[in-house]
């Protein structure tokens, strides 16, 4: 439990190859969660980094009877009692150990045993505990490196950054196994990384592959869009040439058309080249998205920018990933096809061919710790996975997800409703709205809850009052003058108002029923955050906290009726 750093990594693999298994806890856990997770896995020995997390630990001792030793990795101990170690003096035991005793227990394990338990990041109800084994782990990398273009000494080498928990199984795969099955070099971005210090990692480092989530992305296109807005009228026009290159290029060789157009070279030479720069990535091979939430917005802006953002599909049950996109396998909003050997299927498919997704594979878990009832309803007799997820496969097995099964609206009507599709539309039609949550169930009609985009507070990663420097600008065009957030709430400006209601309107003539329309909206007084409780550890939208957070305003939607 603590930040990620070599020692989290070092005491995670020590645990496996010394016969018992590793169990990650997010830095953020309160000292209950970790009494609950340790009971569970009735854990033998805490890893901590710091006092802070020590303190955790020592509340809870009294009551964990399988706990037999605690060990700080960070900062000198302040603290004197007989089973706390720290990192040095922990290694030192080493010395006691003969190196035939080791070799014994690691040539003990098998395959199929548990090496790893991982508690799911579920954003409804508890977590559970997701036991993965050793041939989860290694067949899972070894599959996504098949997949995927990683560079291997001697002919290379691999450069990584690593920022999202390593409690969170996809940052393991991809950052921690893929990094020593390919003898990659892994650097740890400073523990403020998504509070804004992570870009100068990137510009340090110069990752040759690089795995974002979907806030992180958004970021980015916040940041090239102020670097362009802050640029000459000559090289805004420059700009806006080679992008309309880049998207029609990228867009055609989608369509298996490999060979870019004379200028295309150009184009790199005078945007491409210094926007990947500016992010540091201009080293970058492959980009990632890890998670769901991906706008086409922000894909195909940076599909403009020869940046094809490469997104995947999986759940902590089918150890991180079961399918992704590629070079070789690249669709705008698809999370693209199957690691080798593996099965996806959606059956009892609605009218629109949107069904529950289902995954097969070396990759599917072995089940839920202490949990057999759990385990029984996600997973069924012939080993298929029950995602819980809503999507549909193309005729080319390209996989689009479109929401969870828990996030359906069950209108009064009894009519069922996908929020994802409408809220993805809302995005793409109002540039200026960062989230749109769709609210409903059991009311008579649909409502939104928007937020605008914000500036960051680079010391606390929390949302300012100040619009960014892309929604500023959009505005002019409405001519109308805010420059934060409460302008535009507080003085009710018209224009805007009046631009996402016409906007909202010609998204409505569009929808497949009357019930799919969006009869009400309000603008939130803040961007969604970690500390606002809106987004989780891995800023992923929790819709569930959303609407608890914002019970009052989606009241308010239904007061009068």
């Given at each position: 439990?603590?930040?990620?750093?070599e020692?989290?990594?070092i005491?995670s693999i020590g645990?496996?190859?010394?016969?018992g298994?590793?169990?990650?806890i997010?830095s953020?856990?309160s000292?209950?969660?970790?009494?609950?997770?340790a009971?569970?896995?009735?854990?033998?020995?805490f890893?901590?980094?710091?006092?802070?997390?020590?303190q955790k630990?020592?509340?809870?001792?009294g009551?964990?009877k399988h706990?037999?030793?605690?060990?700080?990795y960070?900062?000198?101990l302040q603290v004197?009692?007989?089973?706390?170690y720290?990192?040095?003096?922990?290694l030192?035991l080493?010395?006691?150990v003969?190196d035939?005793?080791?070799d014994?227990?690691?040539?003990?394990?098998?395959p199929n045993?548990c090496c790893?338990?991982?508690?799911s990041?579920?954003?409804?109800?508890?977590?559970?505990a997701?036991?993965l084994s050793?041939?989860n782990?290694?067949w899972?990398?070894?599959?996504?490196?098949?997949s995927?273009?990683?560079k291997?000494?001697?002919?290379?080498?691999?450069v990584l950054v690593n920022?999202?928990?390593?409690?969170?199984?996809g940052?393991q795969?991809f950052?921690?196994?893929v990094?020593?099955?390919?003898?990659?070099?892994?650097?740890?971005?400073?523990?403020?990384?998504?509070?804004?210090s992570?870009?100068?990692t990137?510009?340090?480092?110069r990752p040759?592959?690089f795995?974002?989530?979907?806030?992180?992305?958004?970021r980015?296109?916040?940041?090239?869009k102020t670097r362009?807005?802050?640029s000459?009228g000559?090289?805004?026009?420059i700009?806006?040439?080679?992008m309309?290159l880049?998207?029609?290029?990228n867009?055609?060789?989608m369509?298996?058309h490999v060979?870019?157009?004379?200028?295309?070279?150009l184009a790199?030479?005078?945007t491409?080249?210094g926007?990947?720069?500016a992010l540091?990535?201009d080293?970058?091979?492959?980009?990632?998205?890890?998670?769901?939430?991906?706008?086409r917005?922000?894909?195909?802006?940076?599909?403009s920018l020869?940046?094809?953002?490469f997104q995947?599909?999986?759940l902590t049950e089918?150890t991180g990933?079961h399918t992704?996109s590629?070079?070789?396998a690249f669709?705008?909003?698809?999370?693209?096809?199957?690691l080798p050997d593996t099965?996806?299927?959606v059956?009892?498919?609605?009218?629109?061919?949107?069904?529950?997704?289902?995954?097969w594979?070396?990759?599917i878990?072995?089940?839920?710790?202490?949990?057999k009832?759990?385990?029984?309803?996600?997973?069924?007799?012939?080993?298929?996975?029950?995602?819980?997820?809503?999507?549909?496969l193309?005729?080319?097995?390209f996989l689009?997800?479109?929401?969870n099964i828990?996030d359906?609206?069950?209108l009064s009507?009894g009519?069922?409703?996908h929020?994802t599709p409408?809220?993805?539309?809302?995005k793409?039609s109002?540039p200026?709205?960062?989230?749109?949550?769709?609210?409903?169930?059991?009311a008579?009609?649909?409502?939104?809850l928007l937020t605008?985009?914000?500036q960051?507070?680079?010391e606390t990663?929390?949302?300012?009052?100040?619009?960014?420097?892309?929604a500023v600008a959009?505005?002019?065009?409405l001519r109308?003058?805010?420059?934060?957030l409460?302008d535009?709430?507080?003085d009710?400006?018209p224009?805007?108002s009046?631009?996402i209601?016409?906007s909202?309107?010609?998204?409505?003539?569009?929808?497949?029923?009357?019930?799919?329309?969006?009869?009400?909206w309000?603008?939130?007084d803040t961007?969604?955050?970690?500390?606002?409780?809106?987004?989780?550890?891995?800023m992923?939208l929790?819709?569930a906290?959303?609407?608890?957070?914002?019970?009052e305003e989606?009241?308010s939607?239904y007061?009068?009726?």
């Open positions: 439990m603590g930040l990620n750093s020692e989290w990594v005491a645990a496996i190859m010394a016969g298994f590793s169990v990650g997010l953020s856990s000292a209950k969660a970790c009494q609950v997770i009971e569970n896995t009735e854990m033998d020995f890893v901590v980094d710091d006092n802070r997390q020590l630990v020592l509340q809870i001792q009551s964990l706990l037999q030793a605690i060990v700080q960070k900062e000198d004197k009692q007989e089973n706390l720290s990192w040095k003096g922990f030192n080493a010395k006691a003969p035939d005793t080791l014994k227990v690691v040539d003990s394990q098998r045993q790893t338990v991982v508690y990041l579920a954003s409804t109800g508890p977590s559970k997701v036991m050793h041939d782990i290694t899972t990398t070894a599959a996504t490196i098949q995927l273009c990683y291997c000494p001697p002919e290379g080498q691999e920022y999202l928990p390593l409690s969170y199984i940052a795969i950052d921690m196994w990094a020593i099955s390919v003898a990659g070099a892994l650097y740890f971005a400073q523990p403020d990384a998504l509070k804004g992570l870009m100068d990137l510009r340090e480092v040759t592959t795995c974002g989530v979907p806030w992180m992305w958004d980015m296109y916040d940041a090239m362009q807005l802050d000459s000559f090289w805004r026009m700009d806006k040439w080679a309309r880049g998207l029609q290029t867009r055609r060789r369509s298996g060979h870019p157009p004379l200028c295309f070279r790199k030479k005078l491409f080249d926007a990947k720069k540091g990535l080293h970058c091979q492959q980009f990632f998205s890890m998670g769901l939430g991906l706008s917005v922000t894909q195909e802006f940076f599909l020869d940046i094809p953002i995947l599909y999986g089918c990933v992704l590629s070079y070789e669709q705008v909003l698809s999370c693209g096809k199957g099965h996806t299927k059956p009892e498919e609605d009218e629109n061919k949107i069904g529950e997704i289902y995954l594979g070396r990759n878990f072995m089940g839920y710790l202490n949990n009832e759990g385990t029984e309803k996600k997973m069924d007799s012939h080993g298929w996975l029950h995602t819980g997820d809503l999507g549909f193309d005729d080319s097995d689009y997800v479109m929401g828990k359906t609206i069950t009507s009519q069922k409703i929020p409408i809220e993805e539309r809302v793409l109002i200026i709205v960062r989230y749109a949550v769709v609210v409903g169930q059991d008579p009609y649909l409502c939104a605008l985009k914000c960051i507070n680079s990663g929390e949302p300012r009052d100040v619009l960014t420097s892309e959009f505005c002019r065009k109308s003058q805010p420059t934060r409460t535009i709430i507080l009710r400006d224009l805007v009046d631009f209601s016409q909202i309107e010609a998204i409505n003539s569009e929808a497949s029923s009357d019930g799919a329309r969006i009869v009400k309000t603008i939130l961007d969604f955050s970690v500390g606002g409780g809106e987004l989780g550890a891995t992923k929790r819709r906290a959303v609407t608890k957070i914002y019970q989606i009241e939607f007061k009068d009726d």
